[in-house]
Structure formats: structure tokens, C-alpha cells
């Protein structure tokens, strides 16, 4: 199986910076796209950013120019800056297009971490 494992999440003032990280880890052939997904108490889980395995990038407007995604093989990272009170969140780090192998057979299939908490508050 594949396990997708994020860390980095805590307490920052409003205008720090906060990087996550998130690894997928078992017997993995290739991944198509990771990315980061958030959802705020109340709220649906949006898109954050994500990137291919060739390295192209899409964000969402909330975050464009104050947040940067970076891959390096099956880990992924999210170097948060300039952080708001609206960036308060559950991130939860996403592997796409996941091929590895159960047994002898190559599988294909998608999977979530378990998610980390970012808290911006004065």
C-alpha cells in the first residue's frame, strides 16, 4: 500500500511564514500530481495548490503570489508566506495518479494524508 503523511502545520502570527511537507512512501512507481487541498471549519475543502510530475503548477487566486509549491519526487512541499486569519485551516496534502505495486500487480489509485492544522492568529 501507499501512505501519504503530512507535517509542518502549527500556530503563526498573521504575515509569517509556515513550509508543509508531505511524503508518499511504499512501493511506488510513479506519481502523476500532488497538491494541497484546505478546509476551514465550515467550509468545503478547495484546491491550494498542486503540480505534476512534470513540474507545472496551478494555485488557487486566494493564494497566488504568497504561496509556492515544489516537488521532489513523491514528496511535496507548501512554503506558505505572507499568512492571513483566512489561511486558518486543515491542509491536507493529496497523491494523484499513484502507480505501485500490491503483491506482484501494478495498481492505480489516489490518496489523501491525514491533514495538519494551520492556525494564523495574533
Known amino acids: 500500500q501507499v501512505h501519504v503523511e503530512e507535517s509542518g502545520g502549527g500556530l503563526v502570527r498573521p504575515g509569517g511564514s509556515l513550509r508543509l511537507s508531505c511524503a508518499a512512501s511504499?512501493?511506488?512507481?510513479?506519481?502523476?500530481?500532488m497538491g494541497w487541498h484546505r478546509q476551514a471549519p465550515g467550509k468545503q475543502r478547495e484546491l491550494v495548490a498542486a503540480i505534476t510530475s512534470a513540474g507545472s503548477t496551478n494555485y488557487s487566486d486566494s493564494v497566488k503570489g504568497r504561496f509556492t509549491i515544489s516537488r521532489d519526487n513523491a514528496t511535496v512541499y507548501l512554503q506558505m508566506r505572507s499568512l492571513k486569519p483566512e489561511d486558518t485551516a486543515v491542509y491536507y496534502c493529496?497523491?494523484?495518479?499513484?502507480?505501485?505495486?500490491?503483491?506482484?500487480?501494478?495498481?492505480?489509485?489516489?490518496?489523501w494524508g491525514q491533514g495538519t492544522q494551520v492556525t494564523v492568529s495574533s
Open positions: 511504499g512501493r511506488i512507481i510513479s506519481i502523476g500530481a
Open positions: 493529496h497523491a494523484d495518479y499513484v502507480i505501485f505495486y500490491r503483491g506482484s500487480q501494478r495498481v492505480l489509485d489516489d490518496y
